[in-house]
């Protein structure tokens, strides 16, 4: 039995198949960088499947060419640049601790990294207990030449790739 099921529009969609849910990245023209609607909602559905003992396995995986190319930095800056800095601070806040509840689940996760794995892409899927890489996987960490650290968590799982 699989269903497909659509949410807040449709930036992550959701099937069922038996004990599984597999979380599909939908933003394929944006390369599927997370907003914060994105990462909101998996932080949701990550504490939901957490209890609930009918969801043995979480599948995550991107729509299109793209596993996930990031955070989406483009709408942190119109955040900051506008009246709204502080929900660019909450879109980072969200997203860490989402990291955080992938790193310390009790279940198993599968990320399918297939297509480019870049920045908040990488602490999407790194974290989690199980990764696939395909012929097509593209990592990086492009905010390294910017200058700045890699966040995420990637200190630590850079480190131990």
Same mark, same amino acid.
């Given at each position: 039995?699989?269903?497909?099921?659509?949410?807040?529009?449709?930036?992550?969609? %959701?099937?069922?198949?038996? #004990?599984?849910?597999?979380?599909?990245? /939908?933003?394929?023209?944006?390369?599927? *960088?997370?907003? $914060?609607?994105?990462?909101?909602?998996? &932080?949701?559905?990550?504490?939901?499947?957490?209890?609930?003992?009918?969801?043995?396995?979480?599948?995550?995986?991107? /729509?299109?060419?793209? $596993?996930?190319?990031?955070?989406?930095?483009?709408? %942190?800056?119109?955040?900051?640049?506008?009246? /709204?800095?502080?929900?660019?601070?909450?879109? $980072?806040?969200?997203?860490?601790?989402?990291?955080?509840?992938?790193?310390?689940?009790?279940?198993?996760?599968?990320?399918? &990294? /297939?297509?480019?794995?870049?920045?908040?892409?990488?602490?999407? #899927?790194?974290?989690?207990?199980?990764?696939?890489?395909?012929?097509?996987?593209? $990592? *990086?960490?492009?905010?390294?030449? &910017?200058?700045?650290?890699?966040?995420?968590?990637?200190?630590?799982?850079?480190?131990?790739?």
């Amino acid at each position: 039995m699989s269903s497909l099921i659509k949410g807040d529009d449709d930036q992550i969609l %959701v099937e069922h198949k038996l #004990s599984a849910r597999i979380l599909i990245l /939908n933003r394929p023209k944006q390369l599927n *960088a997370l907003s $914060f609607q994105m990462v909101s909602r998996l &932080l949701e559905l990550f504490y939901d499947y957490e209890s609930n003992s009918d969801v043995k396995l979480v599948v995550m995986k991107g /729509n299109g060419r793209a $596993f996930c190319a990031g955070g989406d930095v483009a709408a %942190v800056v119109r955040y900051a640049n506008g009246d /709204n800095w502080k929900l660019g601070a909450k879109f $980072f806040e969200i997203e860490y601790q989402m990291n955080y509840l992938m790193a310390t689940y009790s279940k198993p996760q599968i990320s399918i &990294l /297939n297509g480019i794995v870049m920045g908040g892409g990488a602490g999407a #899927s790194i974290h989690g207990r199980f990764r696939v890489a395909t012929e097509n996987t593209v $990592f *990086a960490m492009p905010e390294t030449a &910017l200058g700045l650290f890699p966040d995420v968590g990637a200190s630590y799982f850079l480190s131990i790739l």
